[in-house]
T-cell receptor
Framework: SAVISQKPSRDICQRGTSLTIQCQVD?????MFWYRQQPGQSLTLIAT?????????ESGFVIDKFPISRPNLTFSTLTVSNMSPEDSSIYLC??????????FGSGTRLTVV | AQSVTQLGSHVSVSEGALVLLRCNYS??????LFWYVQYPNQGLQLLLK??????LVKGINGFEAEFKKSETSFHLTKPSAHMSDAAEYFC??????????????FGAGTRLAVHP
């Protein structure tokens, strides 16, 4: 299965600032997925990123708040913009592997103060 | 639309006892089903998945799950709990590759506690 390198692993940020999270995959993948896991909660899909096209956002998530880039088939970034304490969560990227198993990055634990 | 319901946000068992974590799904097409485990402060690890074929699926760490279409269920079991099984368990569903958008939808999770 694919191996995902996600960074940073954690960060503490001031409200009103932005943080960009990076995911690098060791193989080419068509789709990359970005999830948010709020404290004590399950994972919620933010958006799906295809290479060469705009990301598709789920209900409740907008591009201005969570812009995504997907410049090639092995890399994607998620930016959390104009952060507030409510954005404190774990953010995870994911890809679907060849045997239809989804692999996840180790996550970015974000705290907004 | 797809959805996943995990019955019981917290389950507590004794070491050596049977583990049963319940998952029911709703899907308009025959789904692919997954169980993931998340240990404290760690990422997600795939325990097992059902795509096609045999409905009883064996995974890692002695876990298994059975896909029951008539009951729209995919319950996770382990015959004998170990202290190291204490974690959060997530059931998830997706469309098959030819059936849709392929995104993974998660249940709310079940926190498993194992006591001596």
């Amino acid at each position: 299965s694919a191996v995902i390198s996600q960074k940073p692993s954690r960060d503490i940020c001031q409200r009103g600032t932005s943080l960009t999270i990076q995911c690098q995959v060791d193989s080419q993948v068509t789709m990359m997925f970005w999830y948010r896991q709020q404290p004590g909660q399950s994972l919620t899909l933010i958006a799906t990123a295809n290479q060469g096209s705009e990301a598709t956002y789920e209900s409740g998530f907008v591009i201005d708040k969570f812009p995504i880039s997907r410049p090639n088939l092995t890399f994607s970034t998620l930016t959390v913009s104009n952060m507030s304490p409510e954005d404190s969560s774990i953010y995870l990227c994911s890809v679907r592997g060849g045997t239809y198993g989804y692999t996840f990055g180790s996550g970015t634990r974000l705290t907004v103060v | 639309a797809q959805s996943v319901t995990q019955l019981g946000s917290h389950v507590s068992v004794s070491e050596g006892a049977l583990v049963l974590l319940r998952c029911n799904y709703s899907s308009s097409v025959p789904p692919y089903l997954f169980w993931y485990v998340q240990y404290p402060n760690q990422g997600l690890q795939l325990l097992l998945k059902y795509t096609t074929g045999a409905t009883l699926v064996k995974g890692i760490n002695g876990f298994e799950a059975e896909f029951k279409k008539s009951e729209t269920s995919f319950h996770l079991t382990k015959p004998s709990a170990h202290m190291s099984d204490a974690a959060e368990y997530f059931c998830a569903v997706s469309d098959p590759p030819e059936g849709g958008y392929n995104k993974l939808i998660f249940g709310a999770g079940t926190r498993l506690a194992v006591h001596p």
